[in-house]
C-alpha cells in the first residue's frame, strides 16, 4: 500500500492575509488542494506560535483567528478538500514538543539560520523567550503530529525543515520507525518569492502601511498603487529612460500578469519584456502602467472580495468551519501521540504485556 501524500502549512494570525501572502503561498495551496495529488491537506492557523512573540497581546491573536480564516475561504480554500484548524486547540502538539525537545540541543537551536534572522528582526537578542527559541521544534510537532510528507515553503524556511528531519531521524533511530520524513516544495515560480511592500521595502508591514490586503476595497488598492507605489525616481517625465530593478510596477506585474491581460488592458506588446523594454528606452509612463496594474490586481482581488463579503455574512457558520476542522485534526494527532507515546515505551496503562508480564513477576516473588 502507497504511502499517503500528505501537506501541512499555515499562517500565524497576526494580522489580516495580503497579496505578498496571496502570491507566495496561498495561490498555490489552492493548486495544490484542487490538484487532486494528495489525499489530505492539513492548514493550521498558528496561534500558538504567534502568541510565542505576542504573548503579552493575545487580544491581538485572538482577533486575527477570524480574519485569517476567511482569507483562507476567500481565496478558494475549500473545507471539503482542506483541514482548516486551530492549532492551540490542538494540545497533543505541545506534548509532542516537549518529548522532542529531548532530541535537539540549545546549540543546534542557535545555529538555526532562520531562528537567528528572526530573533535579530525582533530584537531578542538580550531576552530570547523560550517559546520563540524552540519554535523549530515546536514546528516539527506540527509536521510530524499529521504525518506529512510536504511541506510547501520559502527557501527562507528551509533550515527549519532540515531541523524537522534531524528530529524525524533521531526519533526513528532511537525508538524505531515511527515519524514520517517530510519533504519541502518549494514554488516553482521565481517571481512567488517575498513580495516586497509597495514602498520597496524587503517585507510588508501593516505598522509601515505598505501592504495591499486581500481583503482591501477597489479604492483602497487603487490608492496604494498610484500613490504609494515606488518606481524608478530619475524617470521624472515620460520621454525619460527608466529603470526596471527596484520598481515595484514590474515587480509586481512580474508576479501577477499574465499575456491575456496585457492584450486586453495594454494592447501593442508582444509580451511584457517589450513593456519593459520600452520602460527603459524612454517614452512609457508610469501612470499608464499602474493603471495596468490595477486592472490586472482588480482581475486577481475582486472574485476573493466577492467571496469574502458572502463568508462575512456569516461569521458562526465560519468558526463552525474551523470547530470541525480542529476536531478532525485532533483524531489524526491524538493517534500519532498514541504510537510516539508507544515506541518511547511511556504506554503505561495500554501496554498489556507490561501490565502483565510486572504482575507475574510479583505473583513469582
Do not use: W
Not at 191 to 208: H, N, W
Amino acid at each position: 500500500m502507497a504511502k499517503e501524500k500528505i501537506i501541512l502549512t499555515g499562517d500565524r494570525p497576526t494580522g489580516k492575509l495580503h497579496i505578498g501572502h496571496y502570491i507566495g503561498s496561498l495561490k498555490s495551496r489552492v493548486e495544490l488542494q484542487n490538484s487532486g495529488e494528495f489525499d489530505k491537506i492539513f492548514i493550521m492557523i498558528a496561534d500558538a506560535q504567534a502568541l510565542t512573540d505576542n504573548f503579552d497581546n493575545p487580544e491581538k491573536v485572538r482577533q486575527n483567528i477570524i480574519e485569517v480564516a476567511l482569507d483562507y475561504l476567500s481565496v478558494g480554500l475549500d473545507p471539503a478538500k482542506s483541514n482548516l484548524f486551530i492549532q492551540s486547540q490542538i494540545s497533543e502538539l505541545t506534548e509532542l514538543t516537549f518529548f522532542y525537545m529531548n532530541l535537539v540541543t540549545v546549540s543546534r537551536l542557535q545555529r538555526n539560520p532562520t531562528v537567528k534572522s528572526e530573533i535579530q528582526m525582533r530584537d531578542f537578542e538580550a531576552s530570547i523567550p523560550v517559546g520563540f527559541f524552540n519554535y523549530p521544534i515546536s514546528q516539527a510537532a506540527d509536521i510530524t503530529a499529521f504525518k506529512a510528507t510536504t511541506v510547501p515553503v520559502g527557501e527562507d524556511q528551509l533550515p527549519m525543515i532540515e531541523q524537522t528531519k534531524e528530529i524525524v531521524h533521531s526519533f526513528n533511530r532511537i525508538y524505531g520507525e515511527t515519524l514520517v520524513m517530510p519533504e519541502a516544495l518549494i514554488p516553482k515560480n521565481g517571481a512567488q518569492g517575498r513580495l516586497p511592500g509597495v514602498d520597496g521595502k524587503a517585507k510588508m508591514s501593516k505598522s509601515i502601511g505598505n501592504c495591499i490586503y486581500l481583503s482591501d476595497s477597489k479604492e483602497a488598492v487603487q490608492e496604494a498603487i498610484m500613490k504609494k507605489m515606488y518606481t524608478d525616481p530619475l524617470h521624472i517625465n515620460v520621454a525619460d529612460p527608466g529603470h526596471i530593478e527596484g520598481n515595484m510596477v514590474f515587480t509586481y506585474l512580474d508576479a501577477f500578469s499574465n499575456q491575456q491581460q496585457l492584450e486586453a488592458y495594454l494592447p501593442g506588446y508582444a509580451n511584457l519584456d517589450e513593456v519593459k523594454e520600452h520602460y527603459k528606452r524612454g517614452g512609457l509612463g508610469d501612470v499608464k502602467l499602474k493603471r495596468f496594474l490595477i486592472n490586472v490586481l482588480e482581475d486577481e482581488l475582486a472574485p476573493i472580495r466577492a467571496r469574502r463579503a458572502e463568508y462575512e455574512k456569516d461569521i458562526p457558520a465560519v468558526y463552525d468551519i474551523l470547530k470541525k476542522g480542529t476536531e478532525a485534526a485532533h483524531e489524526v494527532a491524538a493517534k500519532t501521540l498514541s504510537e510516539v507515546k508507544a515506541a518511547m515505551k511511556i504506554n503505561y496503562f495500554d501496554d498489556v504485556e507490561l501490565i502483565k508480564a510486572q504482575s507475574e513477576k510479583y505473583q513469582r516473588n
